[in-house]
C-alpha cells in the first residue's frame, strides 16, 4: 500500500514547469521544424499534448503528436502476448523525436522508447522532456528538458496527476508501506 508522503506540484506548478519546457524544445532547437512530439503511454500522452499546445501557441505551429507504447521494448517486464507495435503515422528519418513521459526513474522506459524508435526509422536526433526527474537511473540516460528534479528514497514512488486521465493535476510522493 502506498501513502500520501508530500506534495510536490500543485496544478499551477505542472502547468508552468510545462510551459517551461515547451519554451525550452523551441529555443534550443531554433524552432519548430522537422520536430515530433511522442507521448509514452500513459501519462506522456497528455503531456506531449499540453507541449503541443504551448508550442502553437509561441510560434503558430502545430506539430506531429504520436503516442508509443513501450510495453514490447522493455527488458524488466513480461512482454504482453499482442500483436506487434503499432507504428508512428509519423516518418521519423531525419526529424527531431521529442520524447515525453512523467516521470524518469530508472532510465528503462526511455530505453524501450528509444528502441521502439529506431525500429521504425533512423531520427536525426532524440531528445526526451519529463515533468519530474526521479534520479537512481540504471542506466546512462538523462533528460534534455526537466519540469523538476526531485531526488527521492527507492521505497518511494512519485505519482503525477494529469486533469485528461485523473481529473486533477499535480505531483505527489507516495511511500511505500
Not at 23 to 48: D, W, Y
Not at 114 to 136: K, T, Y
Amino acid at each position: 500500500m502506498q501513502k500520501f508522503k508530500t506534495a510536490l506540484m500543485d496544478e499551477a506548478a505542472l502547468v508552468r514547469a510545462v510551459r517551461r519546457i515547451s519554451h525550452e524544445i523551441v529555443e534550443r532547437n531554433k524552432g519548430t521544424e522537422s520536430l515530433v512530439l511522442v507521448g509514452i503511454k500513459s501519462r506522456g500522452i497528455p503531456l506531449a499534448k499540453m507541449i503541443r499546445e504551448n508550442i502553437y501557441a509561441l510560434e503558430g505551429v502545430e506539430l506531429p503528436l504520436e503516442t508509443l507504447d513501450t510495453s514490447l521494448y522493455r527488458d524488466d517486464i513480461a512482454k504482453p502476448d499482442s500483436a506487434p507495435p503499432v507504428p508512428l503515422s509519423t516518418d521519423v528519418t531525419g526529424k527531431r523525436i521529442i520524447l515525453v513521459d512523467d516521470v524518469l526513474y530508472t532510465g528503462r522506459t526511455a530505453r524501450a522508447a528509444i528502441e521502439a524508435v529506431f525500429s521504425m526509422g533512423r531520427p536525426a536526433r532524440i531528445q526526451l522532456a519529463v515533468l519530474i526527474d526521479r534520479g537512481h537511473r540504471e542506466l546512462p540516460i538523462r533528460a534534455d528538458y526537466i519540469g523538476k528534479n526531485i531526488p527521492t528514497s527507492h521505497s518511494e514512488a512519485v505519482a503525477v496527476f494529469l486533469p485528461e486521465i485523473d481529473g486533477k493535476a499535480g505531483a505527489v510522493i507516495l511511500e511505500n508501506q
